[in-house]
């Protein structure tokens, strides 16, 4: 059923594309150039765009159940993200969108030595990886049926669509025995692997507002994300046979599991200052808040610690020129609770342009 909705809705705005007859108010150059504090919060009607960013990410806090920063050098975590976004404005006041990324993160314990005899020492180190795509996502929004002035709002939602890979691959530990050393050297390296997708439909609501005073525009935006139903993944045992290697039994399909992700909660707040035509620049701050999940473990059900994140952003925005604008953001963890805190450097190029209004652009 959910597939034969989103296909009739993929239908529905193809054929609005290829019909769409209408010309924007205004010249499209003006529209495109027009400064981010005299914008709406969506597309103008026949205005498509395509964004590219890129993330890095480093872990510099971890918090812990009480809120304290319990991160040591001992373990390394960094994050890649390669994402993509196509939006288009049906109307001036409705807009669709779709989107995915792919997104990696490493995180790696330093190797540590542990005494397993007077003759013989133990080196462990292990990495976890979470690689691959996140869920394709398909949405839509609507503004305010009116000029934009001083205010704007704006509502929509979707769907995370279960597209992605998301059962744990199965791990590629090692296990050797340096026997010729004195002391004797058991070395063990774990290598997890998880992929980014969630197995099930994950909804999206979200919310907008903007309002504007001269060179000064005040965003804020919140977005509430939940499971359609539980899900069902692999859980890897380990285990070290005699001979000294891994169990064989990774050969087999694991161990199934029921667990229900997280409802995710995102809200942001950002001061805009229009230094010129074509040079933005932003102050804010963010908060996530995701709990209700649960894990299953031997037909037991334990929830999912509640995660919490407080965030400073800063960034700016360059109009390079008619059809491309460039945003850099920098993000600054400042509290949390159960979760990393990541500084993150981001990176986006936006391309925009009126592909059924002729000479929009010089």
Known sequence: MLKTRCTILLIGVCATLCGQGNQPAGDGFALLTTPYSER??????????????YLFGVRTKLFDGSGRNVHTKDVISET??????????????????????????????????????????????????HRGFTDWYLGASLRLPRAYRHFDLSVGGGVYLPVAAYKSKEPQHTFSVDAYEAPAEIHLNYHRTYPNGTGVPVFRLATAVKATAGRFAFQGSGRLLFPAREAVNIRWRDSVTGTGSFSSAYASEGEEYALLPNRTLNVDAVLHYRVNGWFDAYLGGAYLRAAGGWTEYYGDRYATPAERLTALTAGFSIQASPNLVIYETTTFPLSGKNTDGMFQVSLTASFNLFPFLKNSAP
């Open 40 to 53: 709406p919060l969506q597309l103008y009607r026949g205005q498509l765009q395509g964004n590219a960013g």
């Open 80 to 129: 890649h993200r390669f994402s993509w976004e196509v939006k288009y404005g049906i109307t001036d006041f409705l807009e669709v969108e779709t989107g995915s990324m792919f997104a990696r993160t490493n995180v790696l314990s330093i190797e540590e030595i542990y005494p397993v005899s007077d003759e013989t020492l133990a080196y462990v180190e292990t990495l976890e990886e």
